[in-house]
Nanobody, 118 residues
Framework: QVQLVESGGGLVRAGGSLRLSCAAS????????MAWYRQTPGKQRDLVAA???????HYADSVKGRFTLSRDGAKNTVYLQMNSLKPEDTAVYYC????????????WGQGTQVTVSS
């Protein structure tokens, strides 16, 4: 069973930065993709940033230019560097990893709270 463990959340003032980490219990290259999602109470979980196994990244329009997703294969960890944080970035951030063989399966971390004060 794959485990994803997020860390790095916290309270920060608007304009500040945080770096989230997601450590996987399996090689990150065993997944077709990994991603960060976020969710606020009463709303759906939205994609923030994603990276394919080939290294192609995708960002939500709301975070482009501010957030950067990276990975370290030696540590089986993906990171989300968040700069110029805004109060609307406040949410629980979840790490996601997906496999398609032998069948599709999505793994989720437990989530880490990010709170941006104005």
């Amino acid at each position: 069973q794959v485990q994803l463990v997020e860390s790095g959340g916290g309270l920060v003032r608007a304009g500040g930065s945080l770096r989230l980490s997601c450590a996987a219990s399996a090689s990150i290259f065993s997944f077709v993709g990994m991603a960060w999602y976020r969710q606020t109470p009463g709303k759906q979980r939205d994609l923030v940033a994603a990276i394919t196994d080939g290294g192609i990244t995708h960002y939500a329009d709301s975070v482009k230019g501010r957030f950067t997703l990276s990975r370290d294969g030696a540590k089986n960890t993906v990171y989300l560097q968040m700069n110029s944080l805004k109060p609307e970035d406040t949410a629980v951030y979840y790490c996601n990893a997906e496999r398609i063989a032998p069948r599709f399966y999505a793994y989720w971390g437990q989530g880490t709270q990010v709170t941006v004060s104005s």
